[in-house]
């Protein structure tokens, strides 16, 4: 029987290129070589729901969208509170794992740390949050902050392929970076993070120095179909997102993984590494 998927997001977080050279850049972090699933592969920020992502505590914490208004876009979810917790975990995990707060001081204005205490303090809290010392909503009301899910556009839906023992219904999210804040990996799950352009990703992937697992080599390709950010954040807010659940088969040959419409895949990265005794990452 298959194992259950977790609910699970992430961010695809974009930032613009400077105005004579346009475009834009994509930020991908790496996998750590140890971690059970995805590992040395490079993947957008996030991961797994909490308990507390879908909590009432959250909820008074958010700007943009509610219970009701994330349901009627995540359809499919499995409940209100997990479609919300879906744009918290998204937030929380890029947070923890580049350091990038996707968050309000005041309504409509974007958290500005800059280089001085506050950033400091920002820091030393979000090894607390990584550590388990501290909970994301105590987090959020000391700091008098508000999440700006009204900024994250749902972008894809993808499941993780029957055949593996990890598996995730992961949410793809996109937003423009916010202006002012940098980003720096956790160093345990992430062993580095880059901006790129999606075209260049693709180019190292195809040289064999830029791993993507089949989710994040598709997005890529679509990213690197438009020029801009807005046409991104344009295409995101109109297009009509469904669920892919791609199929994997073991040949002579190695993996092959199969898209819902049959166009095969070889050679890919390992999503999972056949180990139960290593921790999951």
């Known amino acids: 029987m298959p194992v259950r998927p977790k609910e699970a997001a992430t961010v695809i ?12 850049e994509v930020l991908m972090v790496l996998r750590h070589p140890k ?21 009432a505590a959250m909820e008074e914490r958010i700007e943009g969208i509610d219970r009701e208004g994330a349901f009627r876009i ?3 979810c499995p409940s209100p509170e997990i479609a919300l917790g879906s744009w918290v975990a998204g937030i929380r995990e890029t947070f923890e794992e580049v350091g990038i707060l ?33 909970s994301f909503s105590r987090f959020l009301r000391e700091e008098r902050l508000t999440l700006a899910c009204d900024r994250l ?7 993780t392929p029957e055949l593996l023992p ?9 937003a423009e970076a916010p202006p002012g ?5 956790d160093g345990v799950e992430l062993t580095r993070h880059i901006w790129i352009r999606p075209e260049k990703a693709l180019s190292r992937f195809r040289e064999g120095a830029f791993d993507m697992v089949l989710p994040t080599l598709a997005t890529m390709k679509e990213l690197a179909s438009r020029k801009t950010v807005d046409e991104v954040l344009a295409w995101a807010g109109k297009k009509t997102v469904q669920g892919i659940l791609t199929r994997m088969e073991k040949t002579d040959e190695g993996i092959v993984e199969y898209m819902p419409d049959g166009t095969a895949f070889r050679n890919l990265p390992p999503s999972v590494v056949e180990d139960s005794s290593r921790k999951e990452n």
């Open 13 to 24: 977080l974009l930032r613009r290129c400077p105005p004579d050279d346009g475009g834009f």
């Open 35 to 55: 971690s059970r699933f995805v590992p040395r592969a490079y993947v957008f920020p996030g991961g797994i729901l909490d308990d507390e992502d879908t909590s």
């Open 74 to 76: 995540l359809e499919d």
């Open 102 to 134: 996707l968050a309000y001081e005041a309504p409509g204005r974007w958290l500005v740390p800059g280089e001085g205490p506050a950033q400091e303090r920002l820091c030393r809290k979000r090894r607390l949050l990584f550590e388990g010392k501290l």
């Open 153 to 159: 556009l749902y972008y894809s839906h993808w499941i």
């Open 166 to 174: 990890l598996r995730y219904d992961v949410r793809f999210f996109v």
């Open 181 to 185: 804040q940098r980003a720096f990996h």
